[in-house]
């Protein structure tokens, strides 16, 4: 359906510190331990990943040959089981993926070799099983977040040629075909990482280009007041991670740091405004995706390393009893 939305150009918009929003959703437990399920058929890092229709779909990477590709692969939790999606138009890697609208979205990306940024968008019906171009991004860039409030998709920070870390943020209405301009990201970032609860889009790390300069920060967009807040920073820095939001809380899974990929696992808590400390990976690795389907948390292939095979790593999480709440079980806030 058509929204009736007053739009002003990106420097009339207002950006400052929120409030915060005045509800969040119900939390429930905390997840236990990582177990295994069926792997990606075929490994690969820097993928897009998201849920649709109870299924999570892996969309582009890099493969085993360290080359951009075309391949989808849909996951069915239920029947802990892979079949192959519609390939995508171009190969693509650092591709950011949501659905919205009751189609899943394929949005800039990398491509090429040398890889560059591109400003295509592509749409994927099921129904119609191939994917259509819609409205480009405003500007070509990689290495981007996207979240999704009310079939609205939300387009976040990502890399250009000529930046290596942007603060542009867009919205794209899949009933309008359209993008419009939201206030800037208070904070550049590519290789970031975004989810959104109860009207509120996080966005979490990312690099201002390389590694060595992962970030640790927590910014929240209120889709309702168009003002950004800064959070409590996320205890590990990273970038090249993937989140989810799992029971009202912002889960964070692996990324990397000058050290090597990461086995982390945090969540942000919007009621209590504090991180916690969760069970690892069992596979350390960045470049990864998550999603959430069938009430479970997936994190989904990504690359042990430079110079190491892609993983075709899937993980699950089930929410069951808490974790421990005797005092230390959780990072402070911060301020």
């Known amino acids: ?21 005045a509800r969040q959703p119900e939390t429930i437990p905390l997840p236990g331990q990582w177990t295994t399920a069926a792997p990606l058929p075929e490994p690969r890092g820097a993928v897009g990943v998201a849920e649709m229709d109870g299924e999570v ?64 968008v592509y749409a994927l019906d099921p129904e119609v099983g191939r994917w259509e171009p819609v409205e480009p991004l405003p500007r070509a860039r990689g290495a981007l977040a996207v979240a999704v409030v009310d079939d609205v998709v939300y387009a976040l920070g990502g890399q250009a040629r000529e930046e290596p ?23 550049p970032r590519e290789a970031l990482a975004a989810a959104a609860i109860g009207g509120v889009v996080y966005v979490v790390g990312g690099e ?12 929240a967009f209120d889709v309702r007041t168009l003002r950004w807040e800064r959070l409590p920073p996320m205890p590990t820095p990273r970038g090249g991670l993937a989140a989810a939001a799992f029971g009202g809380r912002l889960h964070v899974v692996g990324g990397v740091t000058p050290a090597g990929p990461l086995d982390a696992h945090e969540a942000y808590d919007p009621r209590e405004r ?10 350390p690795r960045y470049g990864l995706g998550a999603a959430v389907a069938g009430g479970r948390l997936f994190a989904i292939a990504g690359s042990a390393g430079p110079g190491e095979p892609a993983s075709g790593a899937n993980e699950e999480l089930s929410p069951v009893a ?5 005092p230390g079980s959780a990072f402070p806030p911060g301020n």
């Open 57 to 120: 779909w892996v969309v582009g990477g890099i493969g085993a040959d360290r080359r951009a590709t075309t391949r989808v692969d849909v996951y069915d939790p239920d029947l802990d089981a892979w079949r192959p999606g519609p390939p995508l138009p171009e190969p693509l890697h650092h591709v950011a993926v949501a659905a919205a609208d009751d189609r899943l979205f394929a949005i800039g990306g990398l491509s090429g070799d040398p890889s560059l940024p591109v400003a295509s």
């Open 165 to 187: 870390a942007l603060r542009d943020a867009w919205r794209f209405d899949p009933d309008e075909d359209r993008w419009d301009p939201l206030p800037p990201l208070p904070s």
């Open 208 to 219: 201002l280009g390389s590694a060595s300069t992962a970030q640790p920060t927590l910014e």
């Open 1 to 21: 359906m058509p929204r009736a939305w007053i739009l002003l150009p990106t420097a009339a918009l207002a950006v400052g510190l929120a409030c915060g929003p």
């Open 274 to 283: 504090r991180w916690l400390p969760l069970h690892p990976l069992l596979t």
């Open 322 to 326: 808490p974790l421990s709440s005797a």
